[in-house]
């Protein structure tokens, strides 16, 4: 394709352009990831993407908002039940790092404050305060689900794009305790594992609730 001259828009919108460089990633990864290479991609000149998109570090943050709206796609017909909404989250942020798995280190990695990110965090405390929860439980709730999630994400792909791979073997003379639970640490990566670990982390909130509503 013919490139357009310097600082030419050529017809691109910043929703394109982070289209376009989450397609890249998601094809040859993060580490072979520049603007020249996106330029290339779209047929264009290197200034008609900054002319949208203020050099790589706010491109890198249009590609997260890109996934992140891939998260609230539906969020209109969301649970209003807090617990519900929690879940309906966490799986379709798992969901969507399967899809992208190379690109949603950035996720892991970058403070996430695009009004996408904002708006699925806003929904979900707010209707932690409608069903009574106490404001600390609130304030800690999304550090604790997506430090969950991120963390837990990044280890289950780490594989790579084709998902988590087969956990190691534990000699079971050297760690024999280790070894004994190995049996129920079959399905790395599956939804029942991804559930069990959610349903920890939903009780524990339920729990500190429980615990103030007694205290008071």
């Known amino acids: 394709m013919a490139r357009r001259r310097q ?12 289209a376009a460089a989450v397609v890249l ?20 000149d290197p200034m008609s993407i900054y002319h949208y998109i203020k050099g790589k570090a706010a491109l890198l ?18 649970p209003r039940d807090w617990e519900k909404l929690t879940r309906w989250t966490a ?13 949603f280190p950035l996720l892991a990695t970058r403070a996430q404050t695009s009004p ?10 707010t209707a932690m305060r409608q069903a009574g929860l106490p404001d600390q439980v609130v304030a800690d709730a999304p550090l604790m689900l997506f430090g969950f999630l991120n963390g837990y994400l990044l280890a289950v792909l780490s594989g790579g794009p084709d998902g988590p791979g087969d956990m190691p073997a534990i000699d079971a003379a050297a760690y024999p ?6 049996p129920l640490q079959a399905g790395f ?11 920890a982390v939903i009780g524990g909130l339920r729990d500190r609730a429980s615990a103030a509503f007694t205290s008071r």
């Open 91 to 103: 799986h379709r942020y798992r969901e969507m790092a399967y899809r992208h798995p190379r690109v």
């Open 7 to 18: 600082g030419t828009p050529a017809g691109l919108d910043r929703e394109r352009i982070a």
């Open 61 to 78: 943050d249009a590609m997260s908002e890109a996934v992140l709206a891939e998260v609230a796609a539906g969020a209109d017909d969301a």
């Open 116 to 125: 996408v990110a904002l708006a699925a965090l806003e929904r979900l405390v």
């Open 25 to 44: 990633v998601d094809r040859d990864g993060l580490d072979r990831f520049g603007v020249r290479r996106l330029a290339e991609e779209l047929g264009v």
């Open 177 to 182: 305790a280790l070894a004994a639970l190995t």
């Open 189 to 199: 990566g599956s939804v029942a594992e991804f559930d069990r670990m959610l349903d």
